[in-house]
């Protein structure tokens, strides 16, 4: 049971363009939401998040939507540039015992920026 | 400050063989937390440790096991592997629990059951 979706498997924009990421959840006790972004051959590294409670967060270029009714975020990229073409994660954060989190990923969306 | 590091980066084992995986967490942080990123996957949870204790755990076996040190490194242990176990593995660190900002990942060391 895939508690976080991500359903587009990849992404083209053209530089200069807003880049758009869906995820959606099933779980209403996510408290807190996170995009990373992933490098060949190198470690997720965190990007925004946003929490529960809020509709909105943006960070310069970056900007996530979360719309609890329908349980589904997004990730807005604008404008789009070609160092933005990775593989990004959309991961949502669950108490899993005693202080314990963990964060449960959706499968990715590579997003391309063509020059 | 140093970020997360792992080793090795590759291994190879063949099937039913036991492997040890380490990681260096990012200074000042006393957590870490290990994943399984299978191929086309998204990173799945396998536990974390805190103060040398594992206090949460997805949803792996008991062959997949691990320590936390003093110095809040830490070690995943893989008892018989199978061929479904080659996958990527991503340790993560943070400061007393995931937070709001997330981990610091590692670059992952690559498993390959055979």
């Known amino acids: 049971d895939q508690q976080v979706k991500q359903n587009s498997p990849s992404l083209s924009v053209q530089e200069g363009r807003i880049s758009i990421l869906n995820c959606d959840y099933t779980?209403?006790?996510?408290?807190?939401f996170l995009w990373y972004k992933k490098y060949p051959a190198e470690g997720p590294t965190f990007l925004i998040s946003?929490?529960?409670?809020?509709d909105k967060n943006e960070d310069g270029r970056f900007t996530v939507f979360l719309n609890k009714s329908a349980k589904h975020l997004s990730l807005h990229i604008v404008p789009s540039q070609p160092g933005d073409s990775a593989v990004y994660f959309c991961?949502?954060?669950?108490?899993?015992?005693?202080?314990?989190?963990?964060?449960?990923f959706g499968k990715g969306t590579k997003l391309s920026v063509i020059p | 400050e140093t970020g997360v590091t792992q080793s090795p980066t590759h291994l190879i084992k063949t099937r039913g063989q036991q492997v040890t995986l380490r990681c260096s967490s990012q200074?000042?942080?006393?957590?870490v937390s290990w994943y399984q990123q299978a191929l086309g996957q998204g990173p799945q949870f396998i536990f974390q440790?805190?103060?040398?204790?594992?206090?949460g755990r997805g949803n792996f076996p008991p062959r997949f096991s691990g320590l936390q040190f003093p110095n809040y490194s830490s070690e995943l242990n893989v008892n018989a592997l199978e061929l479904d176990d080659s996958a990527l593995y991503l340790c993560?660190?943070?400061?007393?629990?995931?937070?709001?900002?997330?981990?610091?990942f590692g670059s992952g060391t690559r498993l390959t059951v055979v």
């Open positions: 440790y805190y103060r040398e204790e594992e206090n």
């Open positions: 200074s000042g942080h006393n957590t």
């Open positions: 991961a949502a954060k669950l108490r899993s015992g005693a202080g314990s989190y963990q964060l449960t």
């Open positions: 946003i929490s529960s409670i809020k």
């Open positions: 993560a660190s943070s400061l007393g629990g995931v937070g709001n900002y997330g981990y610091t």
């Open positions: 779980n209403s006790m996510f408290d807190y």
